[in-house]
Protein backbone atom coordinates (compact mmCIF):
# COMPACT_ATOMS: atom_id res chain seq x y z
CA UNK A 1 0.00 0.00 0.00
CA UNK A 2 0.90 3.60 -0.52
CA UNK A 3 2.56 4.87 3.27
CA UNK A 4 4.02 8.26 2.32
CA UNK A 5 3.88 10.92 -0.10
CA UNK A 6 6.53 13.63 -0.48
CA UNK A 7 6.06 16.42 -2.25
CA UNK A 8 8.31 19.60 -3.52
CA UNK A 9 7.44 23.18 -5.45
CA UNK A 10 4.88 21.62 -7.21
CA UNK A 11 2.16 24.10 -7.91
CA UNK A 12 0.94 26.04 -4.61
CA UNK A 13 2.59 23.22 -2.42
CA UNK A 14 6.61 23.95 -1.52
CA UNK A 15 7.14 20.93 1.03
CA UNK A 16 5.07 18.43 2.15
CA UNK A 17 5.48 15.36 4.21
CA UNK A 18 2.39 13.13 4.46
CA UNK A 19 2.13 9.67 5.94
CA UNK A 20 -0.87 7.61 4.77
CA UNK A 21 -2.60 4.70 6.91
CA UNK A 22 -4.32 1.49 5.91
CA UNK A 23 -8.11 1.27 5.59
CA UNK A 24 -10.67 4.11 4.18
CA UNK A 25 -8.74 7.77 4.03
CA UNK A 26 -10.57 10.68 2.90
CA UNK A 27 -9.27 14.52 1.81
CA UNK A 28 -11.23 17.27 2.15
CA UNK A 29 -10.97 20.75 2.27
CA UNK A 30 -12.74 23.99 1.00
CA UNK A 31 -13.12 24.20 -2.63
CA UNK A 32 -10.00 25.50 -4.53
CA UNK A 33 -8.16 24.79 -1.32
CA UNK A 34 -5.60 22.27 -3.60
CA UNK A 35 -7.15 18.70 -3.40
CA UNK A 36 -6.65 18.47 -7.15
CA UNK A 37 -3.36 19.09 -6.37
CA UNK A 38 -2.33 16.06 -4.52
CA UNK A 39 -4.23 13.95 -7.19
CA UNK A 40 -1.85 16.15 -9.94
CA UNK A 41 1.12 14.59 -8.19
CA UNK A 42 -0.12 11.29 -7.28
CA UNK A 43 -0.54 11.02 -10.95
CA UNK A 44 2.54 12.62 -12.08
CA UNK A 45 4.27 10.11 -10.12
CA UNK A 46 2.93 7.10 -11.33
CA UNK A 47 3.27 8.09 -15.17
CA UNK A 48 1.05 10.72 -16.15
CA UNK A 49 2.07 13.28 -18.67
CA UNK A 50 4.78 16.03 -17.41
CA UNK A 51 3.92 19.38 -17.86
CA UNK A 52 6.27 22.41 -16.85
CA UNK A 53 3.69 24.58 -15.87
CA UNK A 54 3.23 22.14 -12.10
CA UNK A 55 6.55 23.64 -11.44
CA UNK A 56 5.78 26.58 -8.35
CA UNK A 57 7.02 29.47 -9.98
CA UNK A 58 10.27 30.25 -8.53
CA UNK A 59 11.76 26.99 -8.65
CA UNK A 60 13.86 24.90 -10.78
CA UNK A 61 12.10 21.26 -10.35
CA UNK A 62 9.23 19.88 -9.27
CA UNK A 63 9.69 16.40 -7.32
CA UNK A 64 7.16 14.14 -6.06
CA UNK A 65 7.91 10.47 -4.12
CA UNK A 66 5.87 8.05 -3.50
CA UNK A 67 7.05 5.15 -0.67
CA UNK A 68 5.16 1.93 -0.88
CA UNK A 69 4.93 -0.86 1.64
CA UNK A 70 5.54 -4.11 -1.10
CA UNK A 71 5.99 -6.99 1.91
CA UNK A 72 2.74 -8.25 0.70
CA UNK A 73 2.45 -7.70 -3.34
CA UNK A 74 4.70 -10.91 -4.34
CA UNK A 75 3.39 -9.66 -8.35
CA UNK A 76 5.01 -5.83 -7.77
CA UNK A 77 8.29 -7.74 -6.48
CA UNK A 78 8.45 -10.14 -9.08
CA UNK A 79 8.57 -6.99 -11.54
CA UNK A 80 10.88 -5.58 -9.50
CA UNK A 81 13.07 -8.15 -9.55
CA UNK A 82 13.03 -9.18 -13.06
CA UNK A 83 14.01 -5.49 -13.51
CA UNK A 84 16.66 -5.79 -10.82
CA UNK A 85 15.23 -2.83 -8.97
CA UNK A 86 14.71 -4.83 -5.87
CA UNK A 87 16.25 -3.75 -3.21
CA UNK A 88 15.30 -6.83 -0.80
CA UNK A 89 13.53 -4.57 1.27
CA UNK A 90 9.46 -4.56 2.48
CA UNK A 91 9.55 -0.62 0.51
CA UNK A 92 9.76 0.76 -2.29
CA UNK A 93 10.22 4.57 -3.63
CA UNK A 94 9.26 5.88 -6.40
CA UNK A 95 10.23 9.13 -7.35
CA UNK A 96 9.78 11.70 -10.46
CA UNK A 97 11.34 14.84 -11.15
CA UNK A 98 9.77 17.85 -13.86
CA UNK A 99 12.62 20.42 -14.43
CA UNK A 100 11.39 24.02 -15.53
CA UNK A 101 12.41 23.32 -18.69
CA UNK A 102 9.41 20.47 -19.15
CA UNK A 103 12.05 17.54 -19.24
CA UNK A 104 11.03 14.99 -16.40
CA UNK A 105 13.21 12.35 -15.05
CA UNK A 106 11.76 9.10 -12.90
CA UNK A 107 13.43 6.86 -10.44
CA UNK A 108 12.48 3.72 -8.79
CA UNK A 109 14.25 2.89 -5.66
CA UNK A 110 16.36 5.49 -6.94
CA UNK A 111 16.91 3.73 -10.47
CA UNK A 112 16.13 5.50 -13.37
CA UNK A 113 13.53 3.93 -15.28
CA UNK A 114 11.47 4.61 -18.51
CA UNK A 115 7.92 6.49 -18.44
CA UNK A 116 6.68 3.03 -19.77
CA UNK A 117 8.55 1.03 -17.11
CA UNK A 118 7.47 3.43 -14.32
CA UNK A 119 3.66 2.80 -16.03
CA UNK A 120 4.03 -0.80 -15.90
CA UNK A 121 4.98 -0.46 -12.24
CA UNK A 122 3.00 1.64 -10.60
CA UNK A 123 -0.04 -0.62 -12.45
CA UNK A 124 0.62 -2.60 -9.98
CA UNK A 125 0.22 -0.50 -6.80
CA UNK A 126 -2.42 2.23 -7.49
CA UNK A 127 -5.84 2.62 -9.26
CA UNK A 128 -6.96 6.14 -9.86
CA UNK A 129 -10.74 6.60 -10.18
CA UNK A 130 -11.09 10.44 -11.51
CA UNK A 131 -14.58 12.73 -11.37
CA UNK A 132 -15.25 11.66 -14.64
CA UNK A 133 -15.31 8.18 -14.41
CA UNK A 134 -18.70 7.77 -15.58
CA UNK A 135 -18.24 9.46 -18.72
CA UNK A 136 -15.49 6.87 -19.81
CA UNK A 137 -18.44 4.30 -18.48
CA UNK A 138 -19.86 5.28 -21.87
CA UNK A 139 -17.14 3.57 -24.05
CA UNK A 140 -17.56 0.19 -25.42
CA UNK A 141 -13.69 -0.32 -24.83
CA UNK A 142 -14.02 0.46 -21.10
CA UNK A 143 -17.46 -1.51 -20.32
CA UNK A 144 -14.94 -4.74 -22.32
CA UNK A 145 -12.16 -3.81 -19.81
CA UNK A 146 -14.64 -3.67 -16.56
CA UNK A 147 -16.32 -7.38 -17.84
CA UNK A 148 -12.89 -8.64 -18.69
CA UNK A 149 -11.21 -7.91 -15.10
CA UNK A 150 -14.12 -8.51 -13.03
CA UNK A 151 -14.67 -12.16 -15.06
CA UNK A 152 -11.16 -13.01 -14.70
CA UNK A 153 -10.23 -12.93 -18.66
CA UNK A 154 -7.67 -10.84 -19.21
CA UNK A 155 -5.29 -13.93 -20.01
CA UNK A 156 -7.79 -15.50 -22.77
CA UNK A 157 -8.06 -12.31 -23.67
CA UNK A 158 -4.45 -12.08 -24.10
CA UNK A 159 -5.21 -15.22 -25.80
CA UNK A 160 -7.02 -14.24 -28.52
CA UNK A 161 -5.11 -11.05 -28.87
CA UNK A 162 -2.20 -13.03 -29.73
CA UNK A 163 -4.08 -15.41 -32.29
CA UNK A 164 -5.63 -12.62 -33.86
CA UNK A 165 -2.18 -10.82 -34.56
CA UNK A 166 -1.14 -13.98 -35.26
CA UNK A 167 -3.93 -14.20 -37.98
CA UNK A 168 -3.20 -10.99 -39.82
CA UNK A 169 0.11 -11.16 -40.04
CA UNK A 170 -0.30 -14.46 -42.12
CA UNK A 171 -3.44 -12.67 -43.45
CA UNK A 172 -1.36 -10.05 -45.12
CA UNK A 173 1.60 -12.46 -46.08
CA UNK A 174 -1.01 -14.70 -48.30
CA UNK A 175 -2.77 -11.58 -49.77
CA UNK A 176 1.13 -9.95 -51.02
CA UNK A 177 1.84 -13.44 -52.28
CA UNK A 178 -1.54 -13.58 -54.38
CA UNK A 179 -1.68 -9.66 -55.72
CA UNK A 180 2.18 -10.71 -57.45
CA UNK A 181 1.22 -13.85 -58.90
CA UNK A 182 1.60 -11.81 -62.10
CA UNK A 183 4.66 -10.38 -61.47
CA UNK A 184 6.13 -13.48 -60.33
CA UNK A 185 4.89 -15.33 -63.73
CA UNK A 186 6.66 -12.63 -65.48
CA UNK A 187 9.71 -12.86 -63.45
CA UNK A 188 9.52 -17.55 -63.50
CA UNK A 189 9.69 -16.91 -67.55
CA UNK A 190 12.72 -14.45 -67.80
CA UNK A 191 14.58 -16.55 -64.78
CA UNK A 192 14.02 -20.15 -67.00
CA UNK A 193 14.76 -17.91 -70.72
CA UNK A 194 18.15 -17.03 -68.76
CA UNK A 195 19.16 -20.35 -67.26
CA UNK A 196 18.37 -22.51 -70.19
CA UNK A 197 20.29 -19.48 -72.42
CA UNK A 198 23.50 -20.45 -69.78
CA UNK A 199 22.79 -24.07 -69.95
CA UNK A 200 23.24 -24.03 -73.83
CA UNK A 201 26.62 -22.34 -73.23
CA UNK A 202 27.62 -25.15 -70.74
CA UNK A 203 29.02 -21.93 -68.67
CA UNK A 204 29.47 -24.19 -65.27
CA UNK A 205 32.19 -26.28 -66.96
CA UNK A 206 33.68 -23.16 -68.92
CA UNK A 207 36.98 -22.34 -67.30
CA UNK A 208 37.85 -19.18 -68.75
CA UNK A 209 40.93 -18.47 -68.45
CA UNK A 210 41.93 -21.70 -69.21
CA UNK A 211 39.77 -20.93 -72.69
CA UNK A 212 42.28 -17.88 -72.94
CA UNK A 213 45.50 -19.82 -72.48
CA UNK A 214 44.34 -21.98 -75.06
CA UNK A 215 43.32 -19.84 -77.50
CA UNK A 216 46.48 -17.74 -77.01
CA UNK A 217 48.32 -21.04 -77.69
CA UNK A 218 46.66 -22.30 -80.93
CA UNK A 219 46.83 -18.47 -82.44
CA UNK A 220 50.64 -18.31 -81.86
CA UNK A 221 52.00 -21.58 -82.99
CA UNK A 222 54.46 -20.75 -85.70
CA UNK A 223 56.03 -18.13 -83.10
CA UNK A 224 55.89 -20.83 -80.47
CA UNK A 225 57.58 -23.13 -82.73
CA UNK A 226 60.74 -20.83 -84.02
CA UNK A 227 61.09 -19.55 -80.51
CA UNK A 228 61.46 -23.41 -79.14
CA UNK A 229 63.40 -24.36 -82.00
CA UNK A 230 65.87 -21.47 -80.94
CA UNK A 231 66.02 -22.65 -77.80
CA UNK A 232 66.56 -26.16 -78.65
CA UNK A 233 69.78 -24.69 -80.85
CA UNK A 234 71.01 -22.90 -77.48
CA UNK A 235 70.44 -25.89 -75.39
CA UNK A 236 71.39 -28.61 -77.24
CA UNK A 237 71.27 -29.27 -81.09
CA UNK A 238 74.23 -26.63 -82.23
CA UNK A 239 77.22 -28.61 -82.82
CA UNK A 240 79.50 -25.61 -81.77
CA UNK A 241 77.88 -23.63 -79.28
CA UNK A 242 75.11 -25.09 -77.58
CA UNK A 243 75.35 -25.26 -73.88
CA UNK A 244 75.45 -28.68 -74.02
CA UNK A 245 78.70 -28.61 -75.91
CA UNK A 246 80.38 -26.03 -73.96
CA UNK A 247 79.52 -27.68 -70.53
CA UNK A 248 81.14 -30.92 -72.26
CA UNK A 249 84.16 -29.37 -72.73
CA UNK A 250 84.81 -27.49 -69.78
CA UNK A 251 84.08 -30.75 -68.30
CA UNK A 252 86.65 -32.69 -70.15
CA UNK A 253 89.03 -30.04 -68.93
CA UNK A 254 88.11 -30.58 -64.96
CA UNK A 255 89.19 -33.64 -65.18
CA UNK A 256 92.42 -32.33 -65.52
CA UNK A 257 91.83 -29.54 -62.94
CA UNK A 258 90.13 -32.27 -60.71
CA UNK A 259 93.20 -34.51 -60.87
CA UNK A 260 96.08 -31.60 -59.82
CA UNK A 261 93.79 -30.58 -57.71
CA UNK A 262 91.31 -32.74 -55.86
CA UNK A 263 89.44 -30.50 -53.41
CA UNK A 264 87.24 -29.59 -57.29
CA UNK A 265 86.04 -32.75 -57.45
CA UNK A 266 82.63 -31.22 -56.12
CA UNK A 267 82.03 -28.62 -59.09
CA UNK A 268 82.55 -31.57 -61.72
CA UNK A 269 79.56 -33.41 -60.07
CA UNK A 270 78.13 -29.98 -60.50
CA UNK A 271 78.86 -29.91 -64.00
CA UNK A 272 77.43 -33.11 -64.61
CA UNK A 273 73.93 -32.18 -62.94
CA UNK A 274 74.19 -29.11 -64.84
CA UNK A 275 74.42 -31.13 -68.40
CA UNK A 276 71.84 -33.61 -67.05
CA UNK A 277 69.30 -30.48 -66.64
CA UNK A 278 70.14 -28.62 -69.93
CA UNK A 279 69.58 -32.43 -71.64
CA UNK A 280 66.16 -32.66 -69.78
CA UNK A 281 64.93 -29.19 -70.77
CA UNK A 282 65.40 -29.88 -74.23
CA UNK A 283 63.82 -33.00 -73.92
CA UNK A 284 60.86 -31.12 -72.61
CA UNK A 285 60.81 -28.72 -75.34
CA UNK A 286 60.81 -31.43 -78.39
CA UNK A 287 58.30 -33.31 -76.52
CA UNK A 288 55.94 -30.12 -76.16
CA UNK A 289 56.98 -29.14 -79.64
CA UNK A 290 56.31 -32.45 -81.45
CA UNK A 291 52.59 -32.42 -79.92
CA UNK A 292 52.05 -28.87 -80.89
CA UNK A 293 50.39 -28.40 -84.17
CA UNK A 294 48.15 -25.69 -85.76
CA UNK A 295 44.19 -26.55 -85.53
CA UNK A 296 42.32 -23.66 -87.61
CA UNK A 297 39.09 -25.40 -86.52
CA UNK A 298 39.68 -25.25 -83.27
CA UNK A 299 40.56 -21.72 -82.91
CA UNK A 300 37.89 -20.49 -84.63
CA UNK A 301 35.37 -22.32 -81.86
CA UNK A 302 37.91 -20.86 -79.26
CA UNK A 303 37.31 -16.99 -80.65
CA UNK A 304 33.05 -17.99 -80.76
CA UNK A 305 33.50 -19.20 -77.37
CA UNK A 306 35.33 -16.32 -75.51
CA UNK A 307 33.01 -14.57 -77.63
CA UNK A 308 29.49 -15.92 -76.30
CA UNK A 309 31.08 -16.02 -72.32
CA UNK A 310 31.75 -12.06 -72.68
CA UNK A 311 28.88 -11.09 -74.71
CA UNK A 312 26.70 -13.41 -71.67
CA UNK A 313 28.99 -11.56 -68.87
CA UNK A 314 27.38 -7.97 -70.67
CA UNK A 315 23.97 -9.08 -70.43
CA UNK A 316 24.51 -10.12 -66.92
CA UNK A 317 26.15 -7.68 -65.75
CA UNK A 318 29.38 -10.07 -64.46
CA UNK A 319 32.68 -11.06 -65.40
CA UNK A 320 33.03 -13.90 -67.62
CA UNK A 321 34.48 -15.59 -64.61
CA UNK A 322 31.46 -14.84 -62.67
CA UNK A 323 29.03 -16.76 -65.17
CA UNK A 324 29.21 -20.03 -63.06
CA UNK A 325 27.98 -18.54 -59.91
CA UNK A 326 25.34 -16.36 -61.87
CA UNK A 327 23.52 -19.50 -63.15
CA UNK A 328 23.51 -20.58 -59.62
CA UNK A 329 22.19 -17.76 -58.14
CA UNK A 330 19.25 -17.91 -61.21
CA UNK A 331 18.43 -21.68 -61.14
CA UNK A 332 17.84 -21.21 -56.93
CA UNK A 333 15.60 -18.67 -57.78
CA UNK A 334 14.07 -20.17 -60.13
CA UNK A 335 13.48 -23.30 -57.95
CA UNK A 336 11.84 -20.78 -55.00
CA UNK A 337 9.71 -19.24 -57.45
CA UNK A 338 8.63 -23.00 -58.73
CA UNK A 339 7.71 -23.34 -55.16
CA UNK A 340 5.65 -20.21 -54.80
CA UNK A 341 2.17 -22.19 -55.74
CA UNK A 342 3.26 -24.89 -52.85
CA UNK A 343 4.12 -21.95 -50.22
CA UNK A 344 0.75 -20.13 -51.04
CA UNK A 345 -0.79 -23.24 -50.13
CA UNK A 346 1.28 -24.00 -46.74
CA UNK A 347 0.19 -20.02 -45.93
CA UNK A 348 -2.96 -21.17 -46.39
CA UNK A 349 -3.44 -23.80 -44.72
CA UNK A 350 -1.37 -21.43 -41.82
CA UNK A 351 -4.24 -18.64 -42.02
CA UNK A 352 -6.76 -21.24 -41.50
CA UNK A 353 -5.48 -23.37 -38.30
CA UNK A 354 -5.05 -20.26 -36.50
CA UNK A 355 -8.50 -19.09 -37.60
CA UNK A 356 -9.49 -21.98 -36.13
CA UNK A 357 -7.67 -22.00 -33.18
CA UNK A 358 -8.81 -17.44 -32.83
CA UNK A 359 -12.47 -18.92 -32.99
CA UNK A 360 -12.43 -21.74 -30.45
CA UNK A 361 -10.42 -19.33 -27.75
CA UNK A 362 -12.73 -16.78 -28.83
CA UNK A 363 -15.45 -19.12 -28.37
CA UNK A 364 -14.35 -19.64 -25.00
CA UNK A 365 -14.15 -16.44 -24.36
CA UNK A 366 -17.72 -15.53 -25.13
CA UNK A 367 -18.60 -18.19 -22.69
CA UNK A 368 -16.74 -17.03 -19.79
CA UNK A 369 -17.82 -13.10 -20.16
CA UNK A 370 -21.46 -14.36 -20.38
CA UNK A 371 -20.74 -16.19 -17.12
CA UNK A 372 -18.76 -12.96 -15.35
CA UNK A 373 -22.18 -10.48 -17.35
CA UNK A 374 -24.46 -12.33 -15.81
CA UNK A 375 -22.86 -12.52 -12.14
CA UNK A 376 -21.33 -8.73 -12.12
CA UNK A 377 -24.55 -7.32 -13.44
CA UNK A 378 -26.75 -9.48 -10.11
CA UNK A 379 -23.69 -7.72 -7.78
CA UNK A 380 -24.30 -4.44 -9.63
CA UNK A 381 -27.96 -4.70 -9.70
CA UNK A 382 -27.87 -4.99 -5.94
CA UNK A 383 -25.76 -2.28 -4.88
CA UNK A 384 -27.64 0.42 -6.96
CA UNK A 385 -30.58 -0.66 -5.62
CA UNK A 386 -28.84 0.37 -2.08
CA UNK A 387 -27.89 4.15 -4.01
CA UNK A 388 -31.20 4.89 -4.02
CA UNK A 389 -32.90 3.40 -7.79
CA UNK A 390 -34.65 1.07 -5.17
CA UNK A 391 -36.09 -1.20 -9.16
CA UNK A 392 -32.96 -0.16 -10.59
CA UNK A 393 -31.93 -3.26 -13.11
CA UNK A 394 -28.51 -3.45 -14.58
CA UNK A 395 -27.61 -5.82 -17.58
CA UNK A 396 -24.66 -6.63 -19.34
CA UNK A 397 -25.18 -8.08 -23.08
CA UNK A 398 -22.48 -10.64 -24.45
CA UNK A 399 -24.16 -10.47 -28.26
CA UNK A 400 -21.35 -11.34 -31.27
CA UNK A 401 -20.51 -8.47 -33.08
CA UNK A 402 -21.75 -7.75 -36.79
CA UNK A 403 -21.62 -10.27 -38.98
CA UNK A 404 -19.34 -12.03 -36.42
CA UNK A 405 -16.37 -9.44 -37.17
CA UNK A 406 -13.18 -10.68 -35.61
CA UNK A 407 -11.02 -8.10 -32.93
CA UNK A 408 -8.40 -8.85 -31.08
CA UNK A 409 -10.18 -8.51 -28.02
CA UNK A 410 -12.75 -11.41 -29.43
CA UNK A 411 -15.81 -11.77 -31.19
CA UNK A 412 -18.59 -9.89 -28.88
CA UNK A 413 -20.33 -6.89 -28.67
CA UNK A 414 -20.46 -5.57 -25.12
CA UNK A 415 -22.99 -3.18 -23.67
CA UNK A 416 -24.32 -1.98 -20.85
CA UNK A 417 -27.46 -0.95 -20.24
CA UNK A 418 -30.43 -0.08 -17.28
CA UNK A 419 -34.16 0.10 -16.43
CA UNK A 420 -34.45 2.35 -13.36
CA UNK A 421 -38.07 1.91 -13.17
CA UNK A 422 -40.50 -1.18 -13.09
CA UNK A 423 -41.99 -2.47 -16.84
CA UNK A 424 -39.41 -0.02 -19.02
CA UNK A 425 -37.02 -2.40 -20.60
CA UNK A 426 -33.31 -1.92 -20.26
CA UNK A 427 -31.18 0.82 -22.40
CA UNK A 428 -27.95 1.43 -22.93
CA UNK A 429 -26.81 3.71 -19.88
CA UNK A 430 -25.90 6.65 -21.68
CA UNK A 431 -29.50 7.02 -23.48
CA UNK A 432 -31.65 6.72 -20.25
CA UNK A 433 -29.51 7.27 -17.10
CA UNK A 434 -29.73 11.10 -15.65
CA UNK A 435 -26.26 12.81 -14.84
CA UNK A 436 -27.21 11.59 -11.29
CA UNK A 437 -27.99 8.31 -11.57
CA UNK A 438 -24.83 7.96 -13.84
CA UNK A 439 -22.83 8.78 -11.12
CA UNK A 440 -24.27 6.21 -8.82
CA UNK A 441 -24.38 3.29 -11.56
CA UNK A 442 -20.57 3.98 -11.81
CA UNK A 443 -19.79 4.46 -8.31
CA UNK A 444 -21.79 0.76 -8.18
CA UNK A 445 -19.64 -0.58 -11.24
CA UNK A 446 -16.43 0.35 -9.92
CA UNK A 447 -17.06 -0.75 -6.59
CA UNK A 448 -18.58 -4.00 -7.91
CA UNK A 449 -15.68 -4.25 -10.45
CA UNK A 450 -13.05 -3.87 -7.51
CA UNK A 451 -13.91 -6.49 -5.23
CA UNK A 452 -12.26 -8.72 -7.76
CA UNK A 453 -9.19 -7.26 -8.29
CA UNK A 454 -5.80 -7.36 -6.73
CA UNK A 455 -4.43 -3.54 -6.69
CA UNK A 456 -3.78 -2.69 -2.99
CA UNK A 457 -4.72 0.88 -2.99
CA UNK A 458 -7.80 2.73 -4.78
CA UNK A 459 -7.89 6.33 -5.32
CA UNK A 460 -11.20 7.93 -5.84
CA UNK A 461 -11.88 11.54 -6.69
CA UNK A 462 -14.94 12.85 -6.18
CA UNK A 463 -16.84 10.00 -7.88
CA UNK A 464 -19.81 11.24 -5.39
CA UNK A 465 -20.38 13.78 -7.39
CA UNK A 466 -24.08 14.12 -8.05
CA UNK A 467 -25.66 12.05 -5.30
CA UNK A 468 -26.76 13.28 -1.74
CA UNK A 469 -28.34 12.51 1.51
CA UNK A 470 -28.82 9.03 2.34
CA UNK A 471 -27.34 7.77 -0.93
CA UNK A 472 -24.24 9.11 -0.29
CA UNK A 473 -23.42 7.62 3.18
CA UNK A 474 -24.52 4.11 1.85
CA UNK A 475 -21.68 5.11 -0.76
CA UNK A 476 -19.28 6.01 2.41
CA UNK A 477 -20.00 2.49 3.74
CA UNK A 478 -19.57 0.88 0.47
CA UNK A 479 -16.05 2.40 -0.01
CA UNK A 480 -15.48 1.59 3.92
CA UNK A 481 -16.16 -2.29 3.04
CA UNK A 482 -14.02 -1.72 -0.02
CA UNK A 483 -11.01 -0.92 2.22
CA UNK A 484 -11.54 -3.56 4.54
CA UNK A 485 -8.29 -5.78 2.73
CA UNK A 486 -7.07 -2.62 0.62
CA UNK A 487 -6.18 1.24 1.11
CA UNK A 488 -8.61 3.60 0.00
CA UNK A 489 -8.43 7.36 -0.60
CA UNK A 490 -11.29 9.23 -1.16
CA UNK A 491 -11.16 13.38 -2.00
CA UNK A 492 -14.82 14.33 -1.21
CA UNK A 493 -16.93 17.06 -0.81
CA UNK A 494 -19.71 15.09 1.15
CA UNK A 495 -20.23 14.92 4.93
CA UNK A 496 -22.07 11.52 4.56
CA UNK A 497 -18.49 9.89 2.60
CA UNK A 498 -16.45 11.73 4.72
CA UNK A 499 -17.73 10.20 8.59
CA UNK A 500 -16.92 6.98 7.34
CA UNK A 501 -13.19 6.94 6.90
CA UNK A 502 -10.94 5.82 9.24
CA UNK A 503 -8.71 8.29 8.27
CA UNK A 504 -9.21 11.92 7.31
CA UNK A 505 -6.93 14.07 6.13
CA UNK A 506 -7.62 18.40 5.64
CA UNK A 507 -6.37 20.00 2.62
CA UNK A 508 -6.32 23.87 3.16
CA UNK A 509 -4.38 27.00 2.01
CA UNK A 510 -1.95 29.14 3.90
CA UNK A 511 -0.59 32.38 3.19
CA UNK A 512 2.46 33.86 4.66
CA UNK A 513 4.47 37.06 4.02
CA UNK A 514 2.29 36.98 0.26
CA UNK A 515 3.14 33.55 -0.81
CA UNK A 516 -0.29 31.26 -1.34
CA UNK A 517 0.65 27.51 -0.10
CA UNK A 518 -1.39 24.22 0.11
CA UNK A 519 -0.99 22.37 3.27
CA UNK A 520 -2.25 18.79 3.92
CA UNK A 521 -2.71 17.06 7.36
CA UNK A 522 -4.30 14.69 9.60
CA UNK A 523 -6.93 16.30 11.74
CA UNK A 524 -8.09 15.42 15.47
CA UNK A 525 -11.42 13.71 16.25
CA UNK A 526 -12.50 17.52 17.59
CA UNK A 527 -11.18 19.16 14.25
CA UNK A 528 -12.68 16.44 12.42
CA UNK A 529 -16.06 17.16 13.83
CA UNK A 530 -16.20 20.61 12.96
CA UNK A 531 -14.83 19.71 9.31
CA UNK A 532 -17.54 17.14 9.53
CA UNK A 533 -19.82 19.97 10.72
CA UNK A 534 -18.57 23.08 7.71
CA UNK A 535 -19.65 20.59 5.30
CA UNK A 536 -22.91 19.83 6.42
CA UNK A 537 -23.63 23.76 7.20
CA UNK A 538 -21.40 25.72 5.13
CA UNK A 539 -19.76 29.25 6.43
CA UNK A 540 -21.59 29.14 9.70
CA UNK A 541 -21.54 26.12 12.14
CA UNK A 542 -24.27 26.10 15.01
CA UNK A 543 -24.30 23.92 18.11
CA UNK A 544 -27.18 21.96 16.35
CA UNK A 545 -24.19 21.34 13.07
CA UNK A 546 -21.27 20.13 15.52
CA UNK A 547 -24.37 17.51 16.91
CA UNK A 548 -24.87 16.31 13.83
CA UNK A 549 -21.37 16.02 12.83
CA UNK A 550 -20.74 14.24 16.10
CA UNK A 551 -23.62 11.76 15.60
CA UNK A 552 -22.68 11.09 11.84
CA UNK A 553 -19.18 10.12 13.33
CA UNK A 554 -20.41 8.08 16.17
CA UNK A 555 -23.01 6.38 13.56
CA UNK A 556 -19.76 5.43 11.77
CA UNK A 557 -17.91 3.70 14.31
CA UNK A 558 -20.83 1.54 15.29
Not at 115 to 136: M, T, Y
Not at 184 to 207: G, I, P
Not at 318 to 335: I, K
Not at 440 to 451: D, E, G, K, P, Y
Request: aromatic fraction near 4%; proline fraction near 3%.
Amino acid sequence: MLTGLSIRDLALVEALELELASGFTVLTGETGAGKSILLNALGLALGDRADSGLVRPGASRAEVTLQFDVSDLPTAQTWLDEHELFDDLDSCFIRRTIGSDGRSKAYINGRPVTLQQLQDFSSLLVEIHGQHAHLALLQAREQRRLLDESSGTLALVGEVGELYGRWRTLQDQLTQRRQTSAQRAAREELLRYQVEELERHEVCSADYEQVLAEHSRLANVGRILALSQQQLDLLYDDETGSANRLLAQAVTSMKELGALCPELGEVMAMLHEAQIQIKEAAASIRHHVDRLESDPKRLEWLEERIGDLNRLARKHQVTPAELGPQYAALSAELESLGRSEEQVAELERAVQDTLERYQVSARRLSEQRNIGAAQLSTRITAVIRELGMPYGEFRISVQPSDDSEMGPHGMDRIEFSVTANPGLPARPIGKVASGGELSRISLAIQVSAMAYKSTPTLIFDEVDTGIGGGVAEIVGQKLRLLAADRQVLCVTHLPQVAAQGHNHLLVAKSTQNDVTQTVVSPICPTERTREIARMLGGVRITEQTLAHAEEMLAQALS
